[in-house]
């Protein structure tokens, strides 16, 4: 006779519903604010033309559409955003803070996803990366342990931090682009090789193809008529051309990948994936993340009123269309089988000069350097000279706290000293100490949650740091994201289906409503850090 553990090994794996669809695409437009769903749509595809599905005004119309939703947390930052969605988690649970933070037992800067120690890149020459530092689980990772490891989760993009954050600890394939040898990598904590769908890609040179071309408007100018040049680029026509590059090296690699060439790539490789993997074929359903960093590129360096991030956009809705279209034929039982959600990591800022010089708002940059040179020297006054603070990384302010002990003096005291001191810095708004925030002991404002969600006892800083509205920190042209105002953290989110009834909503959501909402359409448990609710009115039947 078998014993019981021999029969529960032979037993199958539990059902998962009926009405659970075949493939989940999820897919992160980056720095995709909310207001470029409505503001382009004139330039958009129709919902549905010829028997052929839309992008954007297809999700629009046919899904379900949340208009009110936002990240809860700062920094609203790629890393931060991207972990945020598929573990319905926050900073403050999940240990991501940022794209990187300072590591206070190294003394140095830790990336996202950086784990060179444990393992290398393959087919490139990044250090190592991984999923580790993420502190919790993904939808993805609950599919494969709900699936007995039967389901495939696939990520893709040209950030490894996006794909690797949104995909999970036990994905199966994740690829992100390595400028170094211009090609799209993977790292050994997910196997020996790149997936095949990636390395035909790479041998099909299509990223060293548009040497001594340039990317092009797609639209004549009259289209750009509510689009505005960057300042630094004021003289050229808005029906831009920017020129890649002559020689195949980084730098023409950034601008591929900053253009519609790069979008085109990234929906290249899904497309590649799904029907290298079969995805949606399967018995149990699969999951595949796609980051659009294409858009995030684009917006930094034009700024979200130019042309170019018109054009880009324009352009993605084409290429939705084309990718839905495709699945629409490549799952079976169609796209009604596709659980879709589109969403962003974060928005952006206007250009400061532009918002400032033509809009008259208050606006400009924030130096990191200023604020860490008003803390030292205000600290220095009150407790004597030392290194006091040896890190402002992402709105995080580190202190020194061996030097704090070293002099007896109490902690809360220091932070509450540098607190004051950084709120001297140009552009800054308010600074809240880790003590107080821990404590519950901020304003009782709305943006206090922010606040709370984004500081993690670990990995945050000791002070907190705000800057003004349209105050950003980056360098002397472009833009940049990571404030707690409304223009980071309002994003779309947009989901589409089989049952659901097609709705705009206009309630306030939180992206990280997302995980809880696909978890409990697939039928299994939420990710471990969840702390979002579902989306009742994307589920069937509501």
């Not at 931090?161 to 211009?182: E, S």
């Not at 730098?251 to 290298?276: K, M, P």
């Not at 606006?363 to 205000?378: E, H, M, N, Q």
Request: hydrophobic fraction near 40%; charge should be negative; charged fraction near 20%.
């Amino acid at each position: 006779m078998l014993s019981m553990i021999a029969l529960a090994a032979l037993a199958p794996t539990a059902a998962l519903p009926k009405s659970a669809p075949k493939l989940v695409l999820l897919i992160s437009v980056d720095q995709g604010r909310a207001d470029y769903v409505d503001r382009f749509s004139d330039h958009f595809l129709p919902a549905k033309a010829g028997g052929k599905l839309g992008g954007y005004q297809w999700l629009g119309e046919t899904g379900v559409r949340y208009t009110d939703a936002h990240h809860h947390h700062v920094p609203t930052y790629t890393a931060a955003g991207h972990a945020i969605l598929m573990t319905g988690s926050v900073p403050a649970i999940n240990g991501v803070i940022g794209n990187e933070w300072y590591d206070r037992k190294t003394g140095k800067v830790h990336y996202s996803t950086e784990d060179k120690d444990a393992y290398q890149t393959v087919g490139g020459t990044m250090d190592g990366m991984s999923c580790r530092p993420l502190l919790v689980s993904t939808v993805g990772d609950e599919l494969k342990m709900a699936t007995n490891g039967r389901s495939k989760v696939v990520g893709i993009s040209f950030k490894d931090r996006a794909g690797i954050l949104m995909a999970g600890h036990a994905a199966d394939q994740v690829v992100w682009f390595d400028n170094g040898v211009g090609k799209f990598v993977t790292s050994t904590y997910y196997g020996t090789s790149v997936p095949k769908w990636a390395e035909d890609f790479n041998k099909s040179g299509f990223m060293d193809s548009f040497v001594g071309k340039s990317w092009n408007a797609s639209m004549p100018a009259s289209a750009y008529a509510n689009a505005r040049n960057a300042p630094h680029v004021a003289n050229q026509p808005k029906n831009f051309s920017h020129p890649y590059g002559t020689e195949v090296k980084s730098s023409y690699y950034s601008a591929v990948a900053a253009s519609e060439a790069g979008q085109r790539a990234i929906f290249d490789l899904a497309t590649r994936a799904v029907d290298t993997e079969k995805l949606g074929s399967h018995e149990t359903p699969d999951i595949l993340v796609v980051n659009l960093a294409t858009n995030d590129y684009v917006g930094h360096a034009y700024g979200p009123n130019s042309p170019e991030v018109m054009d880009i956009t324009v352009v993605t809705d084409k290429l939705l269309s084309e990718f839905f279209n495709h699945l629409n034929n490549a799952v079976p039982g169609g796209i009604d089988n596709v659980a879709i959600v589109l969403t962003a990591d974060h928005g952006v800022a206007p250009i400061p000069a532009e918002a400032r010089d033509t809009f008259k708002l208050d606006a400009g940059r924030v130096s990191g350097a200023d604020i860490l040179k008003a803390v030292d020297s205000a600290l220095d006054q009150q407790f004597g000279d030392a290194d006091w603070a040896p890190s402002f990384n992402g709105f995080n302010l580190y202190l020194n706290r061996e030097a704090i002990a070293a002099k007896g003096l109490n902690r809360s005291d220091v932070e509450e000293a540098a607190a004051e001191a950084a709120m001297t810095a140009d552009g800054v708004w308010q600074a809240y100490t880790r003590t107080n925030v821990l404590k519950g002991l901020i304003p009782d404002l709305p943006l206090r949650e922010w606040i709370t969600n984004g500081l993690n006892p670990i990995n945050g800083g000791d002070v907190v740091v705000i800057f003004k509205p349209d105050y950003v920190e980056t360098g002397a042209t472009g833009t940049s994201h990571g404030a707690i105002w409304a223009y980071d953290t309002h994003v779309p989110i947009m989901t589409r289906w089989g049952g659901q009834k097609p709705r705009k909503v206009a309630r306030r959501v939180y992206t990280h409503d997302i995980a809880s909402t696909l978890c409990t359409l697939l039928g299994i448990e939420y990710p471990n850090g969840n702390i979002g609710e579902p989306l009742f009115e994307s589920l069937p039947g509501n």
